[in-house]
């Protein structure tokens, strides 16, 4: 038996069909004693038309083949899409390539319509800490944080190590907040127009009365349009907007309280009540279910006077709730939901130019509290005029948004409009119950889905970026050892082993 001889790579190349790869273009050797790794260009080429930045030689050498010859090698995989601007986060897993984040750049290069994200995963997936590898790498370009809630206390050692105090909230803390806080609006009441003013304090009023009716639903009943009504009347007598926007009075629950149980002749002639008693009657589920608030156990928490005042230079700020946590599930979703509304009353009228990150973490929490604690946040989000404002949602799944209401129902409706708000959105890894969920909410396509149920739960960090309609990237957050350390949210776990 004759033993056909062996054939060389370009032959076999040839038997099957593909012309043989041409031999790479030599090199030239230098002719002078150079330097041999001498950039030949600026770090991002010459700034001339068909020039720009180049890793080897131009033009390319040029190798020919058939993809099922060269079907294990890619040699040109493109980086994302994703600009390299902003908090370098960790890599995208599919080029290898750095990930950045940065929605107020991606709305600018019309990659994303809303600066917003929302992030969602089961829990010790790692979602708090990319939202802090987030917040703590933009900080390094001058972007503030302010996190509204922090229920677990995890955010407080990040802030002590940046020298910075979080204001806590709870037993034995001697900070109030009042929820219905004019904040920033006081001091510059009169350097406005009349016209300025009338906008700016119907913009706080309608944001009052939405918290004022969450609040109440949190109480277990449900405001009418007529309680709406009053209370925005009431808030509007108390401030001090009746009589001829002069200057502006701190309102407080109870002085709500206290003007629906005893309400001015003029209040509810205004109203169009044929009585005080029938004013009294009218209104006495929401006149208690504040009164209950003003009681319970949040008592003085947030029906006081302010007495902290928030440092606007400081890096990061944070509301620790966890002293809290004793005093029920209840209460920590009621002061979140006093918090979102004061939070972002007062970041939209910190009108300094720059951009902000406002992190509302275990967002979920405030979900259960009813439609209208879903409506509030909503409003939050619709009444940021300011764009230069980012953010950021954290929950479990989308459905602890939808729950508030039975399918097709309006609370539905704006639960939907919520996440729509949110253009980027972030997906950490989730059982397949949720993912079905998931994918119908924001439109994965199968490959996204099955990432979020499979290769997201194989490691902490890794999450589906989803920008818009944008196919998903699959990013794993990377920490540094500080980080990783002062965001340990294991470490009560690891005490004491
Ligand atoms: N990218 C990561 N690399 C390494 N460890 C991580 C990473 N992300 C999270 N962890 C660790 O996982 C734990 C849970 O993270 P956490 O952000 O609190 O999860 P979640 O907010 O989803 O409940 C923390 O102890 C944290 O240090
Ligand atoms: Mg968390």
């Not at 799944?397 to 980027?424: H, M, N, R, Y």
Request: hydrophobic share 40%; charged share 25%; proline share 6%.
């Amino acid at each position: 038996m004759t033993r056909t001889p062996e054939r060389t790579a370009a032959e076999l190349l040839t038997d099957f069909g593909a012309a043989p790869p041409r031999a790479p273009r030599p090199v030239a050797a230098p002719e002078t004693k150079e330097r041999i790794n001498r950039a030949r260009a600026p770090r991002r080429g010459h700034a001339r038309p068909g020039q720009g930045w180049c890793p080897v030689e131009a033009p390319l050498t040029v190798y020919q083949a058939a993809t099922h010859e060269i079907g294990g090698l890619f040699p040109l995989l493109a980086a994302n899409g994703i600009p390299a601007v902003g908090a370098r986060v960790g890599y995208d897993t599919l080029s290898g390539g750095a990930f950045y984040a940065h929605p107020i750049e991606w709305v600018l290069r019309g990659l994303a319509t809303n600066p917003n994200m929302v992030v969602f995963g089961e829990p010790g997936r790692g979602k708090s800490s990319t939202v802090v590898a987030f917040l703590l790498r933009m900080m390094l370009f001058g972007v503030r944080t302010l996190v509204s809630g922090d229920v677990k206390g995890e955010y407080s050692p990040l802030l002590r190590s940046l020298d910075i105090n979080p204001i806590a909230l709870g037993r034995g803390s001697s900070a109030r907040l009042n929820a219905l806080d004019l904040g920033p609006l006081a001091t510059r009441w009169d350097s406005w127009s009349v016209a300025q003013q009338r906008d700016e304090l119907d913009g706080v009023l309608g944001r009052w009365v939405k918290l004022l009716v969450a609040l109440a639903e949190a109480q277990g009943y449900s405001p009418t349009v007529t309680d709406e009504a009053v209370l925005s009347q009431v808030l509007r007598r108390l401030v001090g907007a009746t009589d001829g926007y002069t200057r502006l009075r701190p309102v407080t629950i109870p002085d709500v309280q206290r003007e629906l149980a005893d309400p001015d002749p003029q209040l509810w002639e205004e109203a169009r009540f044929a009585d005080r008693r029938q004013f009294l009657d009218t209104l006495r589920p929401i006149t208690d279910a504040l009164a209950n608030l003003v009681s319970g156990p949040l008592a003085g928490l947030f029906d006081e006077p302010t007495n902290f005042a928030l440092d606007w230079n400081a890096p990061i700020q944070s509301m620790d709730l966890s002293l809290l946590r004793s005093r029920g599930d209840q209460a920590v979703a009621v002061a979140l939901t006093c918090l979102g509304s004061w939070s972002s009353m007062i970041t939209d009228l910190q009108d300094d130019g720059e951009i902000r990150i406002v992190v509302r973490d275990e967002v979920w929490r405030q979900m259960r509290l009813g439609p209208k604690a879903v409506q509030a946040v909503d409003s939050d989000l619709r009444l940021s005029r300011a764009e230069k404002k980012v953010q950021v949602l954290v929950g479990h799944k989308p459905s602890d948004f939808l729950s508030v209401g039975s399918a097709g129902s309006q609370e539905v409706a704006i639960a939907k409009d919520l996440l729509a708000l949110c253009s980027t959105r972030i997906l950490f890894g989730q059982s397949t119950r949720v993912a079905d969920e998931l994918a119908e909410d924001f439109a994965l396509a199968d490959k996204e889905s099955d990432a979020t149920t499979g290769w997201c739960m194989e490691r902490t960090g890794r999450a589906l970026w989803k920008i818009e309609n944008q196919p998903g990237y699959k990013v794993q957050t990377v920490l540094s050892p500080t980080e990783r350390r002062l965001f340990d949210t294991n470490a009560q776990l690891r005490t004491g082993r």
